[in-house]
Nanobody, 126 residues
Framework: QVQLVESGGGLVQAGDSLRLSCVASGRGISITVMGWVRQAPGKEREFVAALSWSGHMTTYADSVKGRFTVSRDNTKNMLYLQMNSLKPEDTGVYYC???????????????????WGQGTQVTVSS
């Protein structure tokens, strides 16, 4: 079983930066695909970014490409999301997520993930 705990959310202004962190634990966590999903008020969860276990392959939603960067440190079982040039439409709850071990080498949709954290709130004011 995988446990994921996010931190780093907060209230920022448009144009600011924020870095989210996720500490992961569980069998095989260092060799599985991990990523981020977010949910804006009144909307469904949407895929944000994903990273292969090696860190060599990444995928991003079109809405965050060029602004967000996902990274991981397998020595610490940590996943990060660096968010730059934040916009009000980036507001939402951000969830750290993980695929099942051996279940593909990357992720491109929220349905690819099997485990989720409790989420951290990000609010971007205009």
């Amino acid at each position: 079983q995988v446990q994921l705990v996010e931190s780093g959310g907060g209230l920022v202004q448009a144009g600011d930066s924020l870095r989210l962190s996720c500490v992961a634990s569980g069998r095989g966590i260092s060799i599985t695909v991990m990523g981020w999903v977010r949910q804006a008020p009144g909307k469904e969860r949407e895929f944000v970014a994903a990273l292969s276990w090696s860190g060599h392959m990444t995928t991003y939603a079109d809405s965050v490409k060029g602004r967000f960067t996902v990274s991981r440190d397998n020595t610490k079982n940590m996943l990060y999301l660096q968010m730059n040039s934040l916009k009000p439409e980036d507001t939402g709850v951000y969830y750290c997520a993980a695929r099942r071990v051996g279940d593909g080498n990357i992720a491109t949709t929220r349905e690819d993930f099997a485990s989720w954290g409790q989420g951290t709130q990000v609010t971007v004011s205009s």
